[in-house]
């Protein structure tokens, strides 16, 4: 492993991923597919010959499974990789270390999320506020109070990535978006599905809603990849990782 110079990289325009890198991303983005399809074909023969076991294995709308498992690994990635990026910082660095340690960080948060579901407990905060209110949106009880706590992490994720590298800033940027595309609005979306009972539409929403948390850590991956490089050392030829420097 190397390490970066006394100032640490300034990356403007990064480079394409490595070919190592991007057979990873190529394998994550497969494997992301397959567990989506998994669903969908569990979910559709499970209605002429119940699979029970197989059917909680990969069905993306309950917890303590294959997908969630799969989901909790793609942010863990995504916060081992930013960990790594703030050990190779060198002092002066930009990204600076305290960046990269709460990307880190946030996304650990998200990671635990999906295991434990602190969003959920939620619920009884937006119960209060229906209460308070004499009413409340058709859909989950924490979408609300989840909805405030998201607008307060992207203006701070705005605020953060101001100072980032062009191509990372917009990288980063869009997966959270992606991301909160899925976690939030499109969840949202089915909670009012699971209200009317519109089961076709929730079954759909939730494939959305599960794919797009997924893509969003694979943006964040495919950006953080043109920065976090790993390849061969020259002259060692050993395997290395180093901040891409220009």
């Not at 979910?43 to 799969?70: F, G, K, M, Q, S």
């Amino acid at each position: 492993m190397t390490d970066s110079q006394t100032r640490g990289p300034v990356v403007g325009d990064l480079a394409r991923p490595s070919p190592r890198s991007r057979r990873a991303l190529w394998l994550a983005a497969g494997a992301t597919a397959f567990l989506l399809v998994a669903d969908l074909a569990t979910r559709a023969y499970n209605h002429y010959d119940a699979i029970p076991t197989i059917r909680r294995l990969v069905n993306v709308d309950v917890e303590a499974n294959l997908a969630t498992w799969w989901n909790s690994t793609l942010l863990l990635t995504v916060a081992g990789t930013a960990l790594i990026a703030a050990l190779l910082s060198g002092r002066g660095a930009r990204p600076g270390r305290l960046s990269w340690l709460g990307l880190a960080a946030a996304t650990a948060l998200l990671s635990v999320d999906e295991t434990v579901s602190w969003h959920e407990r939620l619920g009884e905060v937006g119960r209060s506020w229906k209460e308070w209110a004499g009413g409340s949106l058709p859909t989950h009880a924490w979408v609300l109070p989840g909805a405030a706590l998201a607008a307060a992490g992207t203006v701070c994720a705005v605020l953060w990535a101001r100072k980032l590298p062009r191509d990372l800033r917009y990288g980063l940027l869009g997966a959270l978006a992606v991301y909160l595309g899925g976690a939030l609005l499109t969840e949202a979306f089915n909670g009012w599905a699971l209200d009317g009972g519109h089961s076709t539409v929730l079954m759909l929403g939730t494939l959305v809603e599960e794919g797009l948390e997924m893509g969003g850590c694979l943006v964040a991956l495919a950006a953080l990849s043109r920065y976090v490089v790993l390849e061969h050392a020259p002259g060692s030829g050993r395997m290395a990782i180093r901040l891409r420097d220009g």
